[in-house]
C-alpha cells in the first residue's frame, strides 16, 4: 500500500468563530472581495456583520453577490476581473459549496491572464490567499482544494484543484448553518454521506481518509435527520459540520466515484437541481453495481455496522445489502426521494450525461470500485431515471 496524505488547511471551529474573521484575514490582506451567493448570506445578516468584523480591523472589502448554486465560468471570470481592478490582495468565500467553490477559482483567474477554464489543462502560477466561511454542511470545500464550476455553453461540468487552492484558513461557524431551509439541509448533508461513502469504497481509499469517513458516518447517524427537522439544534448543526469537513478532507486524498461523476454533468446540464438531489436519485442503482465487488461489499458491511441497525445474525454480504436499505430509508426521512426525471432531466440528455462523465469526471470514474464503460454508465443513468 502507498499513499499521499496532505494538508494545509489551518480550521476554526466554533459557535460564534465569526467573530474571528477579521484577525484571521488581516494576516493576508487589506483589500478583501467577498464571495458569496444572490441571497441568503444578506438575508440572515451574516455578510454585513462580515463587513464589519473585517472593517474593524481595518480590511476594506468589496462584495461580488452574483454566484448562483452550480456556478458558472462567467460568473468567475466577471468577478476575477473586478478583483484585478480593484487591487483585491484576498479572497474570502462565504455561503455553500457554490460561493467557496468559485471563491478559489476567481482565486486563481485574478493572478493570471487567461479565462478560469483555461486552467483546466494550465497549471496556475499561483492564487491570491483564499479563506473560507462555511453556510452549508455539505461540501467540504471549506477545507479542501476542489472547485467546480460549469461551462453554459456546453453543460460541462468539471472539479479542479490545484496544490495553491487550498484554502489558507477556514471558519465553521454552526450558527451559520441554522438558518438553512430543510431542503437545503437535506440536499448538502446527503452529500457528505456520498462523499464518505465514495472515499471509502474508492480505489484510491487510505487508512487516514478511512478514519475520517468511520467519524463521519458516526456523526451522520446522529445528527442528521435532526439537523433536517431542527433548524436550531446547535449540537445537530455542530455535528453535520464536522463531518462536513471530515469528509472533505477525506475526498481531498481518497476521491469520490461514480455517483459524483455522474451527477456534474447531470447538474451541469440542469442547473436548478440541486448537487445532492442529483446524488440521492443515483446512489441506490450505483451501490447495487458496486456492492458486486468484494473490497467494496467488506467496506458497506462496516458502514452498516456504524448505522447499527443489525439484527440477527448476518453474514457479511446480508449486511452490506442491509446498508442500501438503510439509505433508502434515510432518503425517505429526510425527503430525497426524487428519481432523475422526477428532478427534470429529460430522457434524450442520457446519452450525453453518461459520455460527459467520462470526458469531465474521468479522475471518479476511475476510482469506482467497480470498472465501468459508457453503456453501463448510460444503464445505470437509465436505473435512475
Ligand atoms: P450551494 O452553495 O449551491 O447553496 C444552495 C442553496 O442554499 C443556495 O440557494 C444558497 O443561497 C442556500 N444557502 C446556503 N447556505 C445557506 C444558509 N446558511 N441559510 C439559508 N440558505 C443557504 O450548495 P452546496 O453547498 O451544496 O454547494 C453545491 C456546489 O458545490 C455544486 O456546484 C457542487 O457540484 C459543488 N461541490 C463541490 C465539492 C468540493 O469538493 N469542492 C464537492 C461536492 C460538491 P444563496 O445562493 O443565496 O447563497
Ligand atoms: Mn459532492
Known amino acids: 500500500m502507498s499513499f499521499d496524505f496532505f494538508n ?7 459557535t460564534d468563530s465569526l467573530k474571528d474573521a477579521g484577525k484571521i484575514a488581516k494576516k493576508y490582506g487589506t483589500h478583501a472581495l467577498i464571495v458569496t451567493g444572490k441571497s441568503s448570506m444578506q438575508k440572515s445578516g451574516v455578510l454585513d456583520k462580515l463587513v464589519k468584523i473585517l472593517k474593524d480591523e481595518g480590511i476594506n ?5 452574483d454566484i448562483t448554486p452550480n456556478p458558472t465560468i462567467d460568473e468567475i471570470d466577471a468577478a476575477a476581473k473586478l478583483a484585478k481592478e ?49 453556510s452549508t454542511s455539505g ?13 453554459t455553453k456546453t453543460g460541462e461540468k468539471p472539479g479542479f ?21 430543510k431542503y437545503v439541509t437535506a440536499t448538502t448533508g446527503f452529500d457528505v454521506f456520498v462523499h464518505v461513502l465514495e472515499a471509502y469504497t ?11 469517513c468511520e467519524k463521519a458516518f458516526a456523526l451522520l447517524r446522529e445528527s442528521f435527520i435532526a439537523a433536517c427537522n431542527e433548524p436550531e439544534n446547535i449540537k445537530a448543526r455542530s455535528d453535520m459540520a464536522i463531518a462536513s469537513a471530515l469528509a472533505g478532507l477525506a475526498i481531498d486524498s481518497a476521491g469520490v466515484g461514480i455517483i459524483h461523476a455522474l451527477e456534474h454533468p447531470v447538474s451541469g446540464n440542469f442547473p436548478n437541481i440541486a448537487h445532492g438531489a442529483g446524488l440521492a436519485a443515483l ?36 449486511m452490506a445489502y442491509e446498508l442500501i436499505e438503510t439509505v433508502k430509508k434515510i432518503l425517505s426521512d429526510v425527503g430525497l426521494n426524487a428519481k432523475l426525471k422526477d428532478l427534470g432531466v429529460s430522457e434524450d440528455k442520457l446519452e450525453k450525461i453518461s459520455k460527459e462523465a467520462f470526458t469531465t469526471m474521468n479522475f471518479a470514474v476511475l476510482n469506482n470500485p467497480v470498472v465501468l464503460g459508457e453503456k453501463e454508465a448510460l444503464e445505470l443513468l437509465k436505473d435512475s431515471f
Open 161 to 181: 484543484g490545484y496544490e495553491c487552492m487550498y484554502p489558507k484558513e477556514a471558519i465553521i461557524d454552526p450558527v451559520i448553518m441554522q438558518s438553512m431551509p
Open 8 to 14: 494545509p488547511v489551518k480550521i476554526h471551529f466554533g
Open 202 to 212: 474508492g480505489k484510491i481509499s487510505n487508512p487516514i481518509a478511512d478514519s475520517y
Open 86 to 134: 480593484k487591487n483585491i490582495d484576498l479572497i474570502i468565500g462565504l455561503g455553500g459549496g457554490s460561493p467557496l467553490d468559485s471563491s478559489k477559482a476567481i482565486a486563481v483567474a485574478a493572478k493570471g491572464n487567461i479565462p478560469v477554464w483555461d486552467y483546466l489543462k494550465i497549471q496556475p502560477k499561483g492564487a491570491l490567499p483564499i479563506i473560507t466561511i462555511v
Open 139 to 151: 461540501t467540504g470545500s471549506e477545507v479542501n482544494r476542489f472547485s467546480v464550476m460549469t461551462n
Open 61 to 65: 472589502s468589496i462584495v461580488f453577490s
Open 283 to 318: 446512489i441506490i442503482a450505483s451501490m447495487e453495481l458496486n456492492i458486486k465487488d468484494k473490497t467494496c461489499r467488506e467496506k458497506y458491511a462496516k458502514v452498516a455496522h456504524i448505522f447499527g441497525n443489525i439484527k440477527g445474525n448476518k453474514t457479511e454480504e446480508d
